[in-house]
């Protein structure tokens, strides 16, 4: 059993956002869904919680009401193997209402936040000053982080 959980707060669309999340991911599952009884806070038998893994990480979705909302102080970071993979997941959690922020931030269609980060661009990160200064400075222009331009800064092409 994981020791650490990650908790996600939904106002009524845990199950959703759990199906949704496992569409997106390798080794991804629902592991149980649990629901209010007529001794709940809502409608006996709408969900109340569901535990699910995405590429092996536990995380639980719960329905407690719409009075909270994220932000991106804490988010889900993916770190992507490629370009094609920042693309596909970023636009996936994008689609239907999900809002970009900066620098592989966004806003998924259910209010939780995650970065969408090629794993390459930590090198871009790390050693000649010079180097990483251009690269960072690429980076805080973008939203969707584009690796080839990371890398162009950084070799200063």
Known sequence: MQKIV???????????????YCSLFPDSKIIRVLRFTDSGMREAGSVMTVDFELAGQRFTG???GGEYSYTHAMSLLINCDSQEEVDRLWDALLADGGKEIECGWLFDKYGVPWQVWPAEADELLTGDPAAVDRATAAMLKMKKIDLQLMRDAYANA
């Open 62 to 64: 719960i329905n407690g």
């Open 6 to 20: 990650t908790n996600l707060w939904y106002d009524t669309q845990a199950e959703e956002a759990a199906e949704f």
